[in-house]
């Protein structure tokens, strides 16, 4: 009998720590989840703010005012300026 007692208290030990440790685990694994939820939300914070600065950057006269300062271009003369236009042939592109 006391055989018994001791192997079912030695289960009884095992299991409690089975069970500790599963405790910490899951604490530890939700605690990493939530700073990744954190984390992901900063991302999509600065993503928006990434998104608004690149539709900023590339504003046409922020371009034409890059081109002239910097770049020196200058609009062409009408007289200057050439039309070409593409012909498709009767059978379409396909050929």
């Known amino acids: 009998m006391v055989r018994l007692n001791m192997f079912l208290l030695l289960a009884v030990v095992i299991c409690a720590l089975?069970?500790?440790t599963s405790q910490h685990?899951?604490?530890?694994?939700f605690q990493a989840l939530e700073f990744e939820q954190d984390r992901a939300k900063q991302l999509?914070?600065?993503?928006?703010?990434?998104?608004?600065?690149?539709s900023t950057w590339a504003t046409p006269p922020r371009i034409e005012k890059i081109a002239r300062d910097k770049l020196k271009?200058?609009?062409?003369?009408a007289a200057k300026v050439i039309?070409?236009?593409?012909s498709?042939?009767?059978?379409?592109?396909s050929q």
């Open 25 to 29: 685990k899951a604490r530890k694994l």
């Open 88 to 93: 498709i042939p009767a059978g379409g592109l």
């Open 73 to 77: 271009m200058r609009t062409p003369d």
């Open 44 to 54: 999509d914070v600065e993503f928006g703010q990434l998104q608004l600065e690149l």
């Open 83 to 86: 039309s070409a236009t593409a």
């Open 18 to 20: 089975g069970v500790v």
